[in-house]
T-cell receptor, first 108, second 117 residues
Framework: DAKTTQPPSMDCAEGRAANLPCNHSTISGNEYVYWYRQIHSQGPQYIIHGLKNNETNEMASLIITEDRKSSTLILPHATLRDTAVYYC?????????FGQGTELSVKP | GAVVSQHPSWVICKSGTSVKIECRSLDFQATTMFWYRQFPKQSLMLMAT?????????EQGVEKDKFLINHASLTLSTLTVTSAHPEDSSFYIC?????????????FGPGTRLTVL
């Protein structure tokens, strides 16, 4: 089973930061949190992953709470092309079990 | 880097025929590849895990005799849908990673849309 829960949908204004929350309260100590996104009819695209510390790359930032029970993906300046379904996934021994994700709509 | 391709990108076949889908890691060697299926408006469902040179491990409820997986090299895995029926129509997606465990990132192919008439 997927170990994550996410809101089914969110809206964001173009140019603003998009903050996507994820709960993973049953995560184990050595399990990483991964974020992917899927644009309609394409394969998922890797965004970022982390274990304990906050992470940042050219696409996004990942903030993980100290107790590791939740995390937030931040897209600092959302564009229309960021409209997609975003999946927060706990890597379970190399397996990715997808939940339902959050459908992010970036609006002009 | 980390590019995964799939072929074909879409296929239409008649009921009862078999269809083979290829998944290739183009710029890295993939010790492990995964196959997923996605129905409209639903999330991805993991079907099986394949390690190079060994038999695939199927998830519960996935028929191994219907979905044949071969991972003969470090850059190629194939999924054959045998005796396809309309209910097998779906979006099939593969992913590949360089090594096992939670430390390795999976990179996904673009998917193959299968329509069985």
């Amino acid at each position: 089973d997927a170990k994550t829960t996410q809101p089914p949908s969110m809206d964001c204004a173009e140019g603003r930061a998009a903050n996507l929350p994820c709960n993973h309260s049953t995560i184990s100590g050595n399990e990483y949190v991964y974020w992917y996104r899927q644009i309609h009819s394409q394969g998922p695209q890797y965004i970022i992953h982390g274990l304990k510390n906050n992470e940042t790359n050219e696409m996004a930032s990942l903030i993980i709470t100290e107790d590791r029970k939740s995390s937030t993906l931040i897209l600092p300046h959302a564009t229309l092309r960021d409209t997609a379904v975003y999946y927060c996934i706990v890597n379970q021994g190399g397996k990715l079990i997808f939940g339902q994700g959050t459908e992010l709509s970036v609006k002009p | 880097g980390a590019v995964v391709s799939q072929h074909p990108s879409w296929v239409i076949c008649k009921s009862g025929t078999s269809v083979k889908i290829e998944c290739r890691s183009l710029d890295f060697q993939a010790t492990t590849m995964f196959w997923y299926r996605q129905f409209p408006k639903q999330s991805l469902m993991l079907m099986a895990t394949s390690n190079e040179g060994s038999k695939a491990t199927y998830e519960q409820g996935v028929e191994k005799d219907k979905f044949l997986i071969n991972h003969a090299s470090l850059t190629l895995s194939t999924l054959t849908v045998t005796s396809a029926h309309p209910e097998d129509s779906s979006f099939y997606i593969c992913s590949a990673m360089t090594s096992g465990g939670a430390l390795s990132t999976q990179y996904f192919g673009p998917g193959t849309r299968l329509t069985v008439l």
